[in-house]
């Protein structure tokens, strides 16, 4: 009942009011995960910071976080900055694990923080990211802030055009210039890049270990396989379907913009994002292996 109640809250109330609709669901499950979970080690971090931009497998991300098993294994309540005042330039409590910050490099150092603290982000071929934005935008993402208008302007476009809508949209957000900031940032034992390919792939159990080892938690075998098992792409896209509704996971493979993008596109894609596919380690338009940086 909560929620179908929130999920109605999300999709039809004022911006305001879902905040506060999805701020007291997360503390209302928070509360009953700390009375009811048993904490079987703990972690010697304050805080995790899952650092990422949109359309990186961030609802995915927080999905694992927030599970029992891996709170089991670490001891820190997930925490979602967006629904609390100040979001995520505002301080993450300690024992928590901050989830989607959607912030660049620079940025996120300059939030104070708890106590010790690792931090990971997301990274996914922006040209794949420029695809999945298209049809979220257009077809599924939840109607709340500026998307409305957004979709309204994709659902009248041809694809074409609207593909050049959302390269120029990602541009005026900054995603591009975020991704950047955290590729080319010194490199510190505090924080990890990790590719939403590699998280997803055909050694997704092994990423995964790596990333919460990362994170100073370690999930047995067993229990890692079947958290892995709950958050499928496949099951979290059946999990959300409805009559009437289309389903926010949409998993496109890897790359996928090359049956998508044409002459005009990527040369659109190119005068907004540079070089931004090789620095992370992509390779370029021609098959050639891109620069991974650090």
């Not at 967006?82 to 993450?92: I, L």
């Not at 695809?131 to 208008?149: C, E």
């Amino acid at each position: 009942m909560i929620n179908r109640a929130v999920e109605f809250a999300k999709h039809n109330s004022p911006n305001s009011l879902r905040v506060a609709a999805r701020r007291a669901q997360m503390e209302a499950r928070n509360a009953r995960m700390r009375l009811t979970v048993p904490v079987v080690a703990r972690s010697e971090f304050d805080n995790i910071f899952h650092c990422t931009v949109r359309k990186t497998g961030s609802q995915w991300i927080k999905a694992l976080f927030s599970d029992p098993a891996v709170y089991r294994h670490c001891g820190l309540l997930p925490y979602d900055p967006r629904f609390y005042p100040g979001g995520a330039t505002a301080p993450v409590p300690a024992g928590r694990t901050g989830l989607a910050i959607f912030l660049s490099h620079k940025r996120f150092e300059a939030v104070p923080k708890a106590g010790t603290y690792r931090a990971f982000f997301v990274i996914r071929d922006p040209r794949d990211v420029v695809v999945s934005s298209y049809f979220s935008l257009r077809n599924s993402h939840a109607p709340m802030g500026d998307i409305p208008q957004a979709r309204q302007a994709l659902q009248e476009l041809p694809k074409k055009d609207g593909m050049l809508y959302v390269i120029d949209r990602l541009r005026d957000k900054k995603q591009f210039g975020q991704m950047r900031s955290w590729a080319q940032a010194r490199p510190a034992e505090t924080f990890r890049l990790f590719r939403y390919e590699d998280l997803t792939g055909e050694r997704q159990a092994d990423e995964v270990d790596r990333l919460l080892r990362h994170c100073g938690i370690t999930l047995p075998p067993a229990e890692l396989e079947s958290l892995l098992a709950r958050y499928s792409f496949t099951k979290m896209k059946k999990d959300k379907e409805t009559p009437g509704r289309i389903s926010h996971y949409r998993k496109g493979a890897a790359g996928d913009w090359r049956n998508h993008f044409d002459d005009e596109i990527y040369a659109a894609y190119t005068a907004a994002a540079g070089d931004l596919a090789e620095v992370l380690g992509y390779s370029a338009r021609d098959g050639s292996a891109g620069d991974p940086g650090r």
